[in-house]
């Protein structure tokens, strides 16, 4: 062990460790969730670092010596070379001071040793002074999380992409495969299965648009608002240095903050973007749940389509094989949906100028981004791509659902096709059997009048 010192006092440290004592007390204090924050948080505050240090040095603040250092140290970091050295608990100091300061301290141990010096060396590369020069956890954790979720909506819309073009192949290959319509879990009008899988991939669209909106917002950072977000202890162009110097490094478009004091405090922007997150979870859990009701059976559901079988579906009934993956999706968005629950009732609890729930809320969104980004990746290449119609039963269902009735009814009457239901439920025979032995219509003008059952855009 190595000691250090600081104004709280001396504090033992791992002789080898990057980290110093803030993290070391850190580690003491906290261990409530048994996680460590995700590397996304820790490496968009690495991001933030060497933004800063660029945007000191241009304006005289911190030395070049100094400032290449820090930047050198935080290209390292971002290799994955010390991943092991960010251990601080998810529950932790509300702003997320500790894993700010382990960032710091992990900072500065690397430069000082780039430098020439030893571990802990406070005075040649000083953790506040020197790595945190003009910055706040206040302004620097929320900012990495807003970078962290940018970068990781773009992960998530090219998976999104890769699961609608599938979901879109499909929907051109069963556009001619007549079946039935249901609504209330009953015979509703008919329906191909080609409008099924299109009007999936539209709602996915519209889910990937409700993101890149939310990822708009995002882009609106407070860094260098310090401490309330009006900039104290800094010069007037500091923002926009950081700024610029960040989107060199990432080739993004951030900007600085309308309002320094708004975006300190306020954290709706990230819980507009968990709300994205959660509305694309429940619409995948609705299309994960229909592919479940159409491949039911295979002998007593609906079995219209089949899925891929990717496992044995039970320990003691030979041949079962069950929607797996459609499951596996179901249980992730359940998580998101969740996850929502809780950034939502942290953005609300922030008091006066500061929220203080925010690492919970950087660790919820990106475990939300990290679950769905795998989610729509399995649901794409395990389940979509090797969807496969049946379509001797989706005619079946076509030809007997009650639904057909609709369709009858300009021709025939409402009355008259009411009491062909009825008696077809009776007598088990369908309304296509029904009309052509009563002979209320020919063969060729059920024919003509089925095939324009399904709507003038197929």
């Known amino acids: 062990m190595r000691i250090e010192k600081d104004a709280m006092g001396e504090m033992q440290v791992p002789e080898n460790a990057w980290y110093g004592l803030h ?15 995700p590397l996304a948080i820790v490496y968009a505050i690495v991001h933030l670092k060497a933004a800063c240090a660029a945007a000191n040095e241009q ?108 979901i879109a192949d499909k929907a051109g290959q069963f556009a001619r495969v007549a079946k039935s319509g249901r609504t209330h879990l009953q015979d509703a009008v ?9 009007g999936y991939a ?28 009006t900039g104290i202890n800094t010069k007037p162009a500091f923002r926009s240095h950081i700024v610029a110097s960040l989107n060199d490094s990432t080739g993004l478009s951030f900007k600085v903050a309308q309002n320094g004091i708004e975006i300190t405090q306020f954290m709706t922007d990230m819980g507009q973007m968990s709300a994205a997150l959660r509305l694309l979870a429940l619409d995948l859990l609705k299309i994960a749940n229909d592919l479940r009701l159409l491949a039911s059976g295979p002998n007593t559901g609906l079995g219209e389509i089949r899925l891929p079988a990717v496992e044995p579906g039970s320990s003691i009934m030979p041949g079962k094989v069950n929607p ?11 998580q998101v949906v969740g996850y929502d629950a809780a950034v939502a009732m942290a953005c609300g609890l922030g008091q006066l100028q500061l929220n203080t729930h925010m690492p919970l809320i950087g660790n919820n969104l990106v475990k939300s981004f990290n679950i769905l980004i795998r989610t729509c990746t399995m649901l ?55 009309v052509l032995e ?13 095939a324009g059952a399904f709507g003038p855009n197929l």
């Open 23 to 37: 993290t070391s007390r850190s580690i003491k204090n906290f261990n409530v969730s048994g996680e460590s924050l």
């Open 59 to 166: 304006l005289g603040l911190l030395d070049q010596h100094r400032s290449l250092a820090i930047r050198k140290a935080c290209e390292t970091i971002l290799t994955g070379a010390h991943d092991d050295q960010f251990p601080i608990d998810v529950f932790q100091a509300g702003s997320g001071t500790s894993t700010q300061m382990n960032v710091n301290e992990v900072i500065a141990n690397l430069a000082v040793v780039q430098m020439g010096g030893q571990l802990g060396d406070r005075k040649m590369m000083h953790p506040n002074d020197h790595v945190n020069k003009g910055q706040s956890t206040n302004n620097i954790f929320p900012s990495a999380i807003r970078l962290a979720g940018v970068q990781l909506s773009y992960r998530l819309e090219a998976a999104l992409d890769a699961l609608i073009a599938s």
């Open 190 to 198: 008919p329906i191909t299965l080609g409008q099924e899988f299109d």
């Open 202 to 229: 539209r709602a996915l669209e519209k889910a990937k648009a409700r993101v890149a909106a939310a990822g708009e917002n995002l882009l609106e950072i407070g860094v260098g608002g310090n401490a309330v977000g």
């Open 324 to 334: 797996s993956i459609c499951e596996a999706a179901n249980m992730a968005c359940i």
């Open 380 to 434: 794409d290449e395990k389940c979509i791509q090797g969807v496969v119609a049946d379509e001797e039963k989706c005619r079946k269902h076509f030809e007997a659902s009650a639904g057909l009735a609709t369709i009858l009814n300009p021709e025939l009457g409402y009355d008259r096709v009411a009491a062909l239901v009825k008696e077809g439920l009776a007598s088990g025979k369908n309304l296509k059997t029904l």
């Open 438 to 450: 009563k002979r209320l219509m020919s063969e060729g003008q059920l024919e003509r009048l089925l």
